[in-house]
């Protein structure tokens, strides 16, 4: 049996149809919400409720399973969020990789993230996975907090657990449209019209699931990889969205200043409704600073896997955010 942690999320949602899809006996977990409609009804798949903070809920998820995809997460730049953040996803990775040596399961594949490789703020040189975590100003909550969930899986590699993990840059594909990388479809279905000068590396939702079921079918173990179509400007992206979309691309570049009173007057004004602020001081500065990322040591190690065009990535996209809003 194969274990999804993050099921009903982004990532994990994607993962588990394609499992499902390949005949696989599946049991996913959620935390609160119970997946209705198509995803309650996959074929294979076994939903189950666990906190991953519940070292018996999560023993209790591991029963009789052979591999573990852990890709649940909180992924938040929401300053709220931190303190919360920085616990469950190191804590919630150990419980998981306690029992997985405990149980002795086959083997444990760990989604990351980029972030966790750190930033320096050096522009123009590319970072693989042999960069070291240095403490910098540049890295997120978010990437902290997965830096240490890392070594959590690294600690269990050394105890003599068979894992390996791939480290996504910003993910593209079909989601909830309100929230994480989908809602970047949302913003400029509606002509936002400012741009920042940042680059980043992107990829599509598909990619980064072949990429982790190939990695859990093969001999390798206790690397970690990359996972990234290429690095592309902000503009770029947007402007390929919005091409796809027939809407107006965005034309009026956001300087630092700019972008500093927006995610001040954001966090005001979610203090004031308890919404969550579209922009924050992290995301601010990640959209003005250029992050280069070389995918090349995936693309040596699995042969016949290829990462599809960014544009064919967005096209996608744009074409199931119509579906989804028609009418």
């Known amino acids: 049996m194969i274990l999804v942690t993050g099921g009903s999320g982004f990532l994990g949602g994607h993962l588990v149809r394609e499992l499902s899809r390949r005949g696989a006996t599946v049991r996913a977990l959620y935390n609160t919400r119970k997946p209705a409609g198509e995803m309650a009804a996959l074929p294979g798949v076994e939903w189950m409720q666990a906190d991953l903070l519940d070292v018996y809920d999560v023993e209790a998820a591991m029963k009789d399973v052979d591999d573990v995809y852990h890709c649940a997460a909180i ?8 303190e919360e953040m920085l616990h469950f ?12 040596v405990e149980q002795g399961i086959r083997k444990l594949v760990y989604v990351s993230s980029v972030a966790a490789l750190g930033r320096s703020g050096h522009m123009n040189k590319e970072t693989d996975e042999e960069q ?5 100003g540049y890295n997120s909550a978010y990437g902290i907090s997965k830096y240490l969930a890392e070594n959590e899986v690294w600690r269990g590699v050394g105890e003599g657990l068979c894992a390996a993990i791939v480290c996504p840059s910003l993910i593209l594909g079909p989601g909830d449209w309100s929230s994480g990388s989908p809602q970047i479809m949302t913003v400029v279905d509606k002509e936002f019209p400012f741009y920042t000068g940042g680059v980043n590396g992107w990829v599509g939702v598909a990619d980064v699931v072949n990429a982790m079921v190939l990695l859990m079918a093969s001999d390798i173990e206790g690397e970690r990889f990359i996972v990234s179509e290429g690095n592309h400007a902000y503009r770029e992206i947007f402007t390929m969205m919005a ?8 034309r009026i570049r956001a300087t630092p200043a700019m972008t500093g009173i927006i ?6 004004w979610s203090r004031i409704t308890g919404a969550n602020p579209v922009i924050t001081r992290e995301t601010a500065s990640t ?3 250029i992050s280069l990322y070389n995918n090349s040591k995936l693309l040596q190690v699995l ?10 990535c967005v096209a996608e996209m744009a074409a199931a955010f119509k579906v989804a ?3």
């Open 303 to 312: 042969n016949g896997f290829r990462y599809t065009p960014i544009e064919q």
């Open 243 to 250: 091409n796809a979309l027939g809407k107006k691309p965005p």
């Open 263 to 268: 995610w001040r007057a954001n966090a005001i």
């Open 287 to 289: 959209a003005h600073s």
């Open 132 to 136: 070291e975590w240095g403490e910098s």
């Open 325 to 327: 809003h028609k009418g």
């Open 89 to 100: 996803n190191p804590e919630s990775t150990a419980n998981i990789v306690n029992q997985a």
């Open 75 to 82: 992924v938040s730049f929401d300053p709220r969020q931190r």
